[in-house]
């Protein structure tokens, strides 16, 4: 089904495999607050690195897995097939880095984030600006020794609790590029960086997103990315790869959560029969497998567009529908398995309840549903859709 060649084949089963070793561990994290020990987290990312599917979206040439982007789709559907975010150590560091990167960064960043001895975290959202990355209000400035001075406070800092680096998007504050954005490496910890707060989330994961204060932070220039001026560039660019791999994601949630209802709803007897039999039961399964297909046929199309050299701006609306429909559809199928699971869907213990949580945020980060559908209705006017799909 789905086309798929013999190496995509192999690369999707040792995958599945891989998930399949993790979900034994989901509801011990699920009831420590996301957190395995320490040790089993460092089998699994050791595991994950063994298996091929760390870095999977990493030039081969830098040592990492240089797959196709279905094959990264592929992989990341399986793991997201696995709750309380024990997957994330099949992780994908920054594939936009390595073309814009110096020597220098490639050697302290790229190539250690690859081995898996770095990890990064995004500080890019703030309280004022979200959906709207230009309304950032943190700056940089240049001072008089070549180095940049930091100072802003970032929300919702992904993983900043194990991250060793950071990426710090900002204003430029004077200079010939006076007004624009810039993006920054800043290693952690470093003077002048230090945790606000950090808030409880929906779901139960190990990765923190704590509100981050960057305050006179000063970062060599070897530490700016690219030019002054680049900052929004790259963050279109890590959109589009993270706004595939969310879809990705969200296709494996949706597809354990179809496998775990059929199999409940055809053992379930009720009032004398498997409640499957049901028709409203029944409808509830025909609805979420057919959403599951559509979806899937459309992410592993847009990921084989890329493949194919899609134009860029094509491929940038292909994206945020893929992600749109992806995230929305493992949204609904979630709220079925809850409701065919019954009072058992209510429980924390049981997958249908842990994804209900898990995947209202899939609608909102990396650009929310409304974001998604702008971009999509921009592309159409300015495109025509019969270039888009
Ligand atoms: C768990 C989690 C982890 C995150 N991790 C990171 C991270 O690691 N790094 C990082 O930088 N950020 C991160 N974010 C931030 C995330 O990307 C933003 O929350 C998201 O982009 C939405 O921005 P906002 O929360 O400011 O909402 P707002 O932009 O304030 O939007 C509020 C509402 O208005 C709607 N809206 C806004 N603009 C429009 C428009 N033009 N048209 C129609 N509707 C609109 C939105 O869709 C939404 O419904 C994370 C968020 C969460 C919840």
Not at 6 to 13: K, M, N, S, Y
Not at 161 to 173: K, P, V, W
Not at 359 to 369: A, C, F, M, P, Q
Request: aromatic share 8%; hydrophobic share 40%; net charge negative.
């Amino acid at each position: 089904m789905y086309g798929l060649s013999e190496e995509d084949l192999q690369i999707q089963a040792r995958a599945r495999g891989f998930a399949d070793e993790l979900i034994p561990f989901e509801d011990e994290a699920e009831r420590a607050d996301g957190e395995l020990p320490p040790d089993v987290t460092a089998a699994h990312a050791k595991r994950a690195r063994e298996l091929g599917l760390h870095s999977t979206n990493m030039p081969a040439e830098l040592g990492g897995g240089g797959c196709t982007s279905l094959q990264q789709v592929l992989v990341q559907e399986q793991m997201g097939r696995v709750t309380n975010a024990l997957g994330w150590v099949a992780a994908t560091p920054p594939s936009w880095l390595p073309a814009v990167a110096t020597p220098d960064q490639i050697d302290r960043y790229v190539r250690p984030a690859i081995a898996g001895e770095r990890e990064e975290c995004y500080a890019i959202t703030e309280e004022g600006a979200g959906s709207d990355v230009d309304a950032i209000a943190a700056t940089a400035r240049r001072d008089g020794d070549g180095n940049y001075l930091l100072n802003g406070v970032k929300w919702h800092v992904t993983s900043y609790n194990s991250a060793d680096f950071a990426f710090f998007q900002a204003r430029l504050d004077g200079g010939p590029h006076h007004g624009e954005h810039a993006m920054f490496l800043v290693d952690l910890p470093s003077p002048g960086v230090r945790v606000v707060r950090t808030p409880a989330y929906s779901h139960t994961i190990s990765h923190h997103h704590p509100i981050v204060a960057f305050e006179d932070v000063r970062v060599p220039a070897a530490n700016l990315v690219g030019a002054e001026g680049d900052g929004m560039a790259f963050a279109y660019e890590w959109f589009r790869f993270e706004r595939l791999m969310v879809a990705a994601r969200c296709l494996g949630a949706a597809g354990r959560l179809v496998d775990e209802m059929t199999a409940f709803a055809a053992a379930r007897v009720v009032g004398g029969q498997p409640i499957s039999e049901y028709g409203l039961v029944a409808g509830m399964l025909a609805d979420s497998l057919t959403e599951l297909f559509a979806a899937r046929a459309l992410v592993y199309e847009t990921a084989r567009g890329i493949d194919h050299g899609a134009d860029v701006k094509v491929s940038h609306a292909q994206c945020s529908m893929a992600k749109l429909y992806s995230s929305e559809m493992a949204g609904r199928v979630a709220d079925r398995a809850v409701q065919v699971f019954g009072g058992r869907g209510y429980m924390r213990e049981n997958v249908a309840e842990r994804f209900f949580r898990e995947l209202r945020v899939e609608r909102i980060w990396e650009g929310t549903s409304e974001i998604q559908r702008m971009i999509i209705a921009r592309q159409m006017t300015k495109r025509t859709p019969a270039r888009l799909a």
